[in-house]
């Protein structure tokens, strides 16, 4: 979906509309591309981000057994125990046999590892180093911002009007 996003605002296109009850557009908010976005983000709005994010990713990674230690890629449990339906995450619908759920599961894991070079692609293209697939396409925008600074030793977020 990052990757995805990336190329689609990176191309010109935006959500139609208001994004706020203000009246500001997606077009005003990301004026540049998908960095500039984030960064017009209030620190208020990129921390929900990052909770919701943070909390789906704490209950998926809690669950017993981890995918890494014999359990299955992509069978979510939403309930202790057993899913009150078939909720593999790959076959809602129960309609794939074991062999064509892995061999989906698999390109699932193959098209998520792709995604994510892409992304970083993107990243690399946004900040002027050279991405050949990406060089080719005329006006990619170009981030003037600092994409490691929160691993920075001067980061910080202002919380104060926040409470």
């Known amino acids: 979906a990052a990757f995805l996003g990336c190329v689609v605002t990176g191309l010109g296109f935006e ?5 706020d009850v203000a009246g500001n557009t997606f077009k005003a908010a990301g004026a540049g591309g998908p960095l500039d976005m984030w960064d017009a983000v ?13 909390g789906i990713e704490f209950v998926f990674e809690a ?3 981890h995918y890494l230690r014999g359990g ?5 449990r939403l309930t202790p125990g057993t899913a009150p339906w078939h909720a593999s995450g790959y076959d809602p619908m129960g309609k794939y046999d074991a062999a064509t759920r892995k061999s989906k599961r698999d390109m699932e894991l193959a098209n998520g590892r792709l995604a994510m070079l892409g ?4 990243l ?10 990406l060089d080719a396409i005329a006006g990619f925008p170009k981030y003037d911002g600092d994409i490691m ?3 920075s030793s001067d980061f910080h977020i202002d919380v104060s009007g926040l409470f």
């Not at 209030?42 to 943070?54: D, E, T, Y």
């Not at 299955?72 to 979510?76: C, I, M, R, Y």
């Not at 992304?119 to 993107?122: E, I, P, Y």
């Open 63 to 65: 669950q017993q057994p």
């Open 42 to 54: 209030p620190p208020a709005g990129r921390l929900q981000i990052l909770a919701a994010v943070g």
């Open 124 to 133: 690399s293209e946004s900040k002027g180093l050279i991405v050949p697939p």
């Open 149 to 151: 600074i929160p691993f």
């Open 15 to 19: 959500f139609p509309g208001p994004i």
């Open 119 to 122: 992304l970083f692609a993107c």
């Open 72 to 76: 299955t890629p992509g069978a979510v």
